[in-house]
């Protein structure tokens, strides 16, 4: 995992305020020798200590945390994947120090690069378009006739001074339609070819967002407030919350609730199976769907119709969204995250996870949810002051294709591509619907506990496909010993460790058997 460069960065502040090691050393209360490590970014550093040195050098505990850096380090060693690269030799070191030492020609080389994705995607999409020969070839032949048509009748009308009027008529009506013709086929073509200037982008909508939630740190204090002033107005506290939610949308929203037969006709959004009537302000909910479905979907809907605008600012908040798409899709992420916040307030999903050893299954029954709403929730949990475990989250399908992400500092998740292959994630698939664990270690000796369930949605009937998706938590091996997962389990057991990486091109282990492609890294 990247190491980020706070020791860099200490030693830049330190030099640039004219304190000598010594002296900096003796005010916090370590050694000299041991602050020279952590400025040659040696040794880790967090906790009180980092406390201290950012108090002594006058800079915010967010300056040095190295959230941030740890993400651009790794994009920069992704960048390096690319076969452009593949003959340079450039280590992990370098992006650490080059981040470090010089964010902002970090940041501009990865600028640079995605403008050069950029280019590069316009330049296929208009090759496609040049490419596309049979519209083509067939737009020029016609064009070719209507002109070899317009131009033979006009040298006959030149050359034929005793035509008689009919067959001038004739001659001039067929100029008049091979005309209209050729205007029509030239519309078509310069229409055909406007469609290729369009922008295209390296930095996707997704991409986006998936940025913006990082950037959070999967939680965000004012959606909880709002989640938590909704929750007293409505007084969801126990019972049973599907009545609740309904009972509630139905006096304050006038919404009714309607259960169709026919589910396959209820075509929502990419992520809900339910569809919402503005106009007769009806939720037709499908008869197939379960009680976590139809909770959630309801929550959902309370959500749109009376904190849109909460999501609005907090969007509007952000510099990382950018497109109108990449907006749309933030606000049901958004959306997403305040319905798992009613269906899961912060304080008793967090009291319940801690007394339960953060069990997923049992979490799951009581607040009738599924195992990935669940386990996104445990991952947002960061409240300062009352944090659960902190937990990474990839939810992806069996392509490999991430879904969904949260990261740890030293447990980036790939966002291009899949990750190792041996990552408890995708073996989940062979056994839909249970639980699977995984001591995992990393070439740097770091261990993480995985826990991973596959699960299909709702079916619709037997003719529909069944598509399995799977969520995988993961959290660093000193907080296992908190959770169920980690019962039976000997973290110091090479015999129960699953050597792993991020992704074979950021991997240095040099004797895996299962390795696809060679190393960008060296141990």
Known sequence: MPRAPIGLKIKKRRKTLSVTQAQLADRIGISAS??????NNKRAIGGKLLQRISNELGLEISALDGESDRRLILDLQEMTTDPL??????????????????????????????????????????????????????????MRTNATAIRTSSEILNSSADM??????????????????????????????DNAKFQTRSLTPAEEVDDFLMDQGGYFPVLE????????????????????LQDFLSLKFDV??????????????????????????????????????????????????????????????????????????????????????????????????????????????????????????LASLRKKGAEGIAFALMHTNPAGHVLKRTTLPRLPIPRYGSACPLWDVYSAFQTPGRIVRQVACFPNKEKFLFVAKAEAPDQTGFSQPRVLKATMLACESIYAEQTVYADGLDFSSEKLMTNVGMNCRLCSWSDCAHREEDPILSQ
């Open 34 to 39: 041991y602050l020279n490590l952590i400025e």
């Open 85 to 142: 690269f593949q003959n340079m030799d450039l280590s992990h070191t370098t992006a650490t120090n080059l981040v470090g030492q010089n964010p902002r020609w970090a940041r501009a080389l990865k600028n640079l690069y995605r403008a050069y994705l950029d280019q590069g995607q316009t330049i296929n999409a208009l090759s496609d378009r040049l490419n596309y020969a049979p519209y083509i070839d067939d737009a020029v032949f016609r």
């Open 164 to 193: 008689s009027e009919k067959d001038q008529d004739r001659f001039f009506s067929i100029l008049a339609e091979e005309s209209q013709k050729l205007s029509e086929v030239a519309t078509g073509l310069s229409t055909f070819m």
């Open 225 to 244: 407030d709002a989640a938590q002033t909704l929750l007293e107005e409505a007084d969801f506290h126990g019972g049973d919350t599907e009545s609740m």
């Open 256 to 377: 009714h609730v309607r259960f169709a037969a026919d589910g396959a006709s209820l075509a929502g959004g990419k992520q809900h199976q339910c569809n919402y009537n503005q106009i007769t302000r009806t939720l037709e909910v499908p008869n197939y769907a379960s009680s976590q479905v139809r909770r959630f979907e309801m929550a959902c809907l309370l959500v749109e119709l009376s904190m849109i605008d909460v999501i609005s600012s907090e969007i509007k908040k952000s510099d990382l969204l950018i497109s109108p798409a990449s907006q749309e899709w933030a606000a049901t992420e958004l959306i997403d995250y305040l319905a798992r916040a009613i269906l899961m307030p912060y304080d008793e999903f967090l009291e319940d996870a801690v007394r339960e050893r953060y069990d997923v299954d049992v979490l799951s029954r009581k607040y009738t949810v599924n195992f990935q709403l669940a386990g996104s929730r």
